[in-house]
């Protein structure tokens, strides 16, 4: 895999994506720019309970082993005094080879159910059963509490001989895309040090640290184990409001 050519990256999506927003918001607090919620969600004031809705296309729901990571990493980083709860859900398949941006926007409109309000803040997932307009990203992140994983390109680089595990491979992706809602790499958590991959947008310069750009696509098997946040984004994690 390593040398394929890579990569479109969230700002990307999110810029492209504010300039073809349309529709009124469901949620006054939800559909805002990639980053805007990286306080809220690290915090525990106004929010101190964080729900994540899972829509799933069928044959590619998120296993439990992955969620519990998922809420595992969450619960080291983030201030939720009164937890965090996670709503998974079939959807239906998208009857597509490959889905755009505008696709996961509209799909997301019609699926979700939850939205930020009172002391709760929600996040929405979307697993797909295709592939991405480039083939190579494993999911995007879009909104302050929005991102997609692609399970068929998850799928199709997991699970089999000389491959990592499903499981591994979905936790990262899912913690990755989680980083940049939480506003890494200095795109709604402020860097604390110079820290920013300039060739790769909201990305860390470590090559071992989730938030490598790598991990974001399927190049992702050069990874020996599940990688995490290195010191640099703990650090501007902790400075905008996380433990
Ligand atoms: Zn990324
Ligand atoms: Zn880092």
Redesign the pocket.
């Known amino acids: 895999m390593a040398g394929k050519k890579v990569v479109l990256f969230s700002l990307l999506f999110c810029l492209l994506f504010s300039a073809c927003k349309k529709d009124p918001v469901v949620g006054s607090h939800d559909y805002k720019t990639l980053g805007t919620s990286a306080h809220d969600l690290l915090s525990a004031n106004p929010y101190s309970v964080l729900q994540i809705e899972i829509n799933y296309m069928p044959g590619y729901a998120v296993d439990a082993a992955s969620i519990n990571n998922l809420v595992n990493f969450l619960q080291i980083l983030l201030n939720k005094p009164s937890g965090i709860l996670v709503f998974q859900k079939q959807i239906e398949a998208s009857g597509k080879a490959t889905i755009s941006i505008s696709d996961i926007v509209n799909l997301e409109r019609q699926k979700r159910t939850l939205f930020t309000l009172d002391n709760i803040i929600a996040i929405h997932i979307l697993v797909t059963d295709d592939y991405y307009t480039d083939p190579l990203i494993l999911g995007t992140s879009y909104w302050n509490t929005s991102f997609c994983i692609f399970g068929q390109v998850i799928k199709n680089n997991s699970g089999g001989v000389g491959q990592v595990s499903t499981t591994r491979l979905t936790t990262t992706i899912l913690e990755h895309e989680f980083g940049h809602l939480l506003g ?2 200095n795109q709604g958590s402020p860097m604390q040090v110079d ?1 920013i991959d300039p060739a790769n947008g909201a990305h ?3 090559k071992n ?4 750009y790598a991990a974001e696509t399927s190049t992702m098997g050069m990874f020996s184990a599940i990688p995490t ?2 010191a ?2 703990m650090n501007d994690l902790k400075a905008n409001g996380g433990k």
């Open positions: 890494l790499v820290h860390c310069i470590n640290c989730l938030m490598y946040l290195d640099n984004c």
